[in-house]
């Protein structure tokens, strides 16, 4: 067994730094600038609010949200919102008008006399950043778990407490739970188990057969499996792992020497079939029909060998009897866990259907002990504050210890926990994981303990902002905040006389807080959709119930509420909206500012909006387009028009505002802003959906209509506008193509940044370098050349999404709105042309700049490293100067003699590369852009030439089944004869030798060659 002092977790260590001096910091220390609650007009209301530089910061803060941000990622909470938001809104709602939001933002700004109250506080994201302000804070939530996770969020906390009691809770339980996750291997050492893989089973309801509901016998792949793709699956024959290529169809067990399908299981979709009387039933259903919550069956686990190495192995018979032994232990026990029944609910009703009637049916025997032990011990912990502190981690971690986690692989973080859905969802594969941990374990109870609240103490210490550079490095800015954590008061008369901070529980339809008390209110209310946090939360609520007792916010054992707001019927929602705002108008000042966030796709979610407001007393003052966190719950049809926005709505009292009529112009009035803010995004790279363009021009809309006499006239006029709203939607998202293609330069406006030729540079260079391309694992070569490609972007800083399967194009830089598509060719090989499957290549996808990098190696070249020979990097509109095309794969059914065959037709693209439409691009280097597109200066102009468009463009073609004939249909090309200019360029130094255009017929002649060559390859596939 390993030694003690081992095992202690590295948080441990780390917390272990020196002291800083507690709170409370003297207010507006010395160099502060403070600002104060004064009439007239705020920044936050100001046209130019800098939201575009605001967005980068909120998006670079928005990909490591609980590093950024740990005060508030200290347990789970739905649609948390970004701190670099709200910190902004909070400045600008208390700056007056014309003061430099963005430089404000960097400086140590404090606004000691203000209360700023958040009535729909959720994970405290408003309260934080008015705390580090220096401001008063009130918060309220109707939900239990959210309002308590604030608690612990802003408590004082004794880092030398919280250190003690960490160890004291590890010396008496740790080695407890830990033996339930250790095991012998056959070289009879021991080791420890990180995770354990079960599977859920279903008796086969024709022979009874436990039917195991692998979808695939892939158990583990990498995050990354075109990089890594060896993966382990478990052999159907013997239950023995075997490694084996990710896409492999066809394996042989290293042990049984059965061969089988690795990508291949009984269950499939919906449905499974029993192996052994291949009888195909539905699965939920027959799940149902036993009447119990499914069943499992533990088949492999990850194991931490002595040496620090991980190893993947079957479940062994030693395995089986420590679970059993588990199981034993706990029928022993009284009380162990929490016994509440799951009610029906939107969000609940899945998992009833799988027979899961307890929230702790979601959690195995095991599991169940461990939790028990370490609940039991966190009760016994005398401090209040830091039993509350210790349960806020302990409900943390079940979200990743229970039998809807799953594996997510290798090069992540292991476990995907149970909410990544945002629903609650059985999991066919679920994975348990050792609840104490290990030093390389993911979502443990120890390395969450370091990961979660060591972060936080830090971050409270010594706050932070993210600084933007233009080389896209990011800074963090220190020394701009007071530190957090305050003591908090639970009512309003101890807030008053001696507290910063006053946080309830309850519905802010009715609080206790006296009329005209908050200088503003910054606040993000439920977006009306279909995730209901309470239905959600109540998983945690009964954990914390059972360890905290059910007294005060936890009388009861669900966190339902009918005062939620949270509806899917729009009146309803408003209702209950509307009640809220009302009560807001009571408490806040006359002169202050009530500014939220909200976005929606549908008209109706904005008609409730300006319902609610108007009922509750408020016009809107101003509406800023802000980059937001993705919706929860996007629906189907949002999904593919995502947004990426949220909208700042900034309020304030009617009464103190002039009304006005909209009798003729109101379109005219509101497409002028939203057209400015659009620009002004686009002018700083940010992609625009459609949807995105909607919301910022329903905001505007609102925005006026909230200014109408009544609210009567408010509706009318909003729908009767509907038709030429939804068609300045249509105009200014459709002027994205002109306006990427040749930028104006508008007051303000930054002309748009293209990375080609530093890409380009940066690849020429690393071939001078004789920087080789090299084989990893036994993906096809052209991902090697991708893995080339990569490397030279993150040598210049650039931020991109990682290619994955259907990614397109391959890399899309983040912060620009560009991307690259990589194209490998071997040489002397297929040159003329290149597969690009289902992709049309052009030069923009999705509003975003597409460019080729075609890259040529040898084809068959000695070892596993080579030379790039030459490369072209072209934008897409070389190609193809169509982008408007939408590729579909369509089927029918209804062929063959029996007319039940499905026919489906995948269109397959096969285009010409440049080194067949260019000459003089053969063993050089070549960047080839359209007219008008800036290049850096020190590249060499070696061309220029002309692709002109065809007469006429194939729209449709038919193919006879019975004849194997195809047909084109062609129309006249609107565009016909339109041309295209291009300019080539090298890096100084490289060859000068021009770049010139091959004749159509050459280009033609070049391409049938290439055609033939491959149809008969295909050919001899096929038999
Ligand atoms: C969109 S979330 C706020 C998220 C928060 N901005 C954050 O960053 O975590 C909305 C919150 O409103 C709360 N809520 C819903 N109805 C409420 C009501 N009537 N009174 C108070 N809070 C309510 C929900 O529990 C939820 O936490
Ligand atoms: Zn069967
Ligand atoms: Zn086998």
């Known amino acids: 067994m390993s030694d003690r002092t081992a095992t202690v977790s590295p948080g441990w260590k780390r917390l272990a730094r020196p002291e800083t001096p507690e709170l409370p910091l003297e207010a507006s220390a010395p160099g502060c600038i403070t600002l104060v609650p004064l009439p007239g007009p705020r920044a936050l209301e100001d046209d130019k609010f800098p939201f575009e530089a605001l967005s980068d910061v909120a998006e670079s803060e928005s990909w490591r949200k609980e590093i950024n941000r740990p005060t508030t990622h200290i347990h789970k909470w739905w649609a948390q919102r970004l701190g670099t938001v709200f910190r902004a809104m909070a400045i600008g709602a208390f700056a007056p008008s014309g003061t430099d939001i963005f430089d404000f933002f960097y400086k140590p ?32 939530d109707i939900n239990p778990v959210a309002h308590f996770l604030v608690k612990c969020a802003l408590a004082v906390h004794d880092r030398k407490a919280i250190l003690e009691t960490f160890c004291a809770i590890e010396r008496d339980v740790a080695e407890k739970i830990r033996n339930y996750y250790r095991t012998n291997l056959p070289d009879g050492t021991v080791a420890e188990v990180l995770y354990f893989f079960w599977v859920k089973t279903v008796d086969c309801p024709s022979c009874a057969t436990s039917v195991d509901l692998f979808s695939s016998r892939i158990f583990a792949r990498h995050a990354y499996p075109k990089k890594f793709p060896q993966s382990q699956a478990i052999c159907p024959h013997c239950g023995c792992v075997n490694e084996v290529h990710v896409d492999a169809r066809d394996a042989k067990c290293r042990a049984c020497k059965g061969s089988f399908d690795p990508n291949a299981g009984s269950a499939k979709g919906p449905s499974a079939t029993c192996p052994h009387c291949e009888h195909t039933f539905p699965i939920a259903k ?109 409900s943390g971690a079940l979200e990743f210890n229970n039998m809807f986690a799953s594996f997510k692989g290798e090069g992540t973080g292991a476990v995907r926990h149970m909410f990544a859905h945002h629903i609650l969802k059985p999991e066919r594969m679920p994975l348990e994981a050792n609840l104490w941990g290990t030093e390389k374990s993911s979502g443990s109870f120890s390395t969450m303990f370091d990961g979660r609240i060591r972060r936080a103490l830090d971050y409270a210490d010594d706050p932070f902002e993210l600084r933007l550079h233009k080389n896209s490095k990011t800074e963090k800015v220190f020394g701009l905040s007071e530190k957090i954590g305050a003591p908090v008061a639970d009512d309003y008369a101890t807030f008053e006389s001696d507290a910063s901070v006053y946080l309830s529980c309850g519905d802010s339809g009715a609080t206790d807080l006296p009329d005209r008390s908050v200088d503003v209110v910054l606040t993000d209310p439920p977006f009306f959709d279909n995730v209901h946090y309470s239905q959600l939360a109540d998983f945690f609520h009964v954990w914390q119930r059972h360890i905290l007792g ?45 500014a939220f966030t909200y976005h929606h796709s549908r008209p109706e979610g904005w008609r409730c909006v300006l319902r609610a407001l108007i009922h509750g007393g408020f016009g809107i003052t101003a509406a800023q387009p802000i980059k937001a966190e993705m919706s929860v719950a996007m629906p189907k049809q949002q999904a593919k028009e995502p947004i990426d926005l949220d909208i700042i709505l900034v309020c304030r009292k009617r009464a103190q505002l002039e009304t006005k009529h909209w009798n003729c112009d109101l379109i005219g009035s509101v497409a002028p802003p939203a057209q400015d803010q659009v620009d002004r995004l686009r002018a700083a790279n940010r992609v625009l959906s459609r949807n995105d363009v909607r919301i910022i021009v329903m905001a505007q809309l609102v ?29 200014i998202y459709s002027g994205r193509t002109d306006q990427l293609d040749k930028p104006v330069r508008k007051k303000g406006a930054v002309q748009r940044v293209s990375n080609a030729s530093a890409i380009f540079k940066v690849c020429v260079q690393a ?55 990589l194209k490998g060719l071997a040489y002397p090989g297929r040159e003329a042309d290149y597969d690009c499957n289902s992709q049309v290549p052009c030069g923009e996808h999705n509003g975003r700049q597409v460019y080729y990098v075609f890259g040529r190696y040898p084809m068959n070249p000695d070892g596993n490293r080579y030379p790039v020979l030459d490369l072209v990097l072209c934008h897409g ?20 003699s029996y007319g039940d065959i499905l026919v489906r037709d995948r269109k397959m693209y096969v285009a010409p590369t440049p080194f067949a439409l260019a000459k003089g691009t053969s063993h050089r280097r ?98």
């Open 877 to 896: 509109s070389l190609l193809n100067a169509d982008n408007t095309y939408v590729h579909k794969n369509k089927s029918f059914r209804g062929f063959g």
């Open 550 to 594: 059910a007294t005060g916010t936890r009388m009861t054992n669900t966190t339902r509420s009918d005062q939620e707001v949270q509806n899917v019927d729009g009146d309803e929602f408003t209702i209950r909206l509307t009640s809220v705002w009302k009560e807001t108008h009571r408490v806040l000042k006359d002169g202050g500012l009530l």
């Open 703 to 731: 925005r006026q209509l909230s200014r109408t006499p009544t609210l009567d006239s408010a509706l009318q006029q909003l729908d009767s506008v509907s038709g030429d709203t939804e068609a300045l939607i249509d105009r």
């Open 926 to 1023: 070549t960047l080839i852009v359209p007219e008008g597109h800036a290049v850096d200066a020190d590249l060499v102009h070696v061309g220029a030439f002309t692709r002109r468009e065809v007469d006429h463009v194939v729209v449709a073609y038919n193919f006879d089944l019975r004849t194997n004939q195809l047909e084109t249909t062609q129309v006249a090309n609107p565009n016909a004869g339109r041309e295209h200019v291009f300019n080539a360029y090298r890096v100084e130094g490289d060859p000068v030798d021009a770049v010139s255009l091959l004749t159509r017929s050459q280009v033609l002649a070049g391409l049938e060659a290439s055609a033939s060559a491959r149809d008969d390859a295909e050919e001899d596939e096929d038999v």
């Open 286 to 394: 027959t799940i149902r029909e036993t009447a119990k919550p499914p069943a499992h069956r533990m088949y492999a686990k990850l194991v931490l060998k002595q040496n620090g190495k991980k190893a993947y192995l079957h479940a062994s018979d030693e395995d089986r009897e420590l679970y059993a032994k588990a199981e034993r232990a706990l029928a022993q026990q009284t009380n162990a866990y929490p016994v509440v029944a799951i009610e029906p609910g939107y969000n609940t009703n899945q998992v009833l259907g799988y027979n899961y009637r307890y929230w702790h049916e979601m959690f195995n025997a095991r599991q169940l002990l461990c939790l028990s032990a370490l609940a039991d011990r966190i009760r016994a912990i005398p401090d209040s504050v830091l039993r509350e502190l210790f349960t806020c981690l302990f």
């Open 109 to 140: 700004i404090r606004i000691p006399c203000a209360t700023v109250f958040d009535p729909f506080m959720g994970s405290g994201t408003t309260l934080a950043e008015t705390v580090k302000l220096g401001a008063k804070a009130i918060g309220r």
């Open 767 to 821: 071939i001078q370098r004789g920087e080789l391309i090299e084989r990893e694992g036994r993906s096809d070569k052209e991902f090697h050349f991708q893995n080339w490609f990569k490397r030279r972007i993150e040598a210049l800083g650039l931020n991109f999404d990682s290619p994955g399967r259907n990614s397109y194009p391959d890399f899309r830089l983040v912060r620009f709105s560009e991307g690259f598509e």
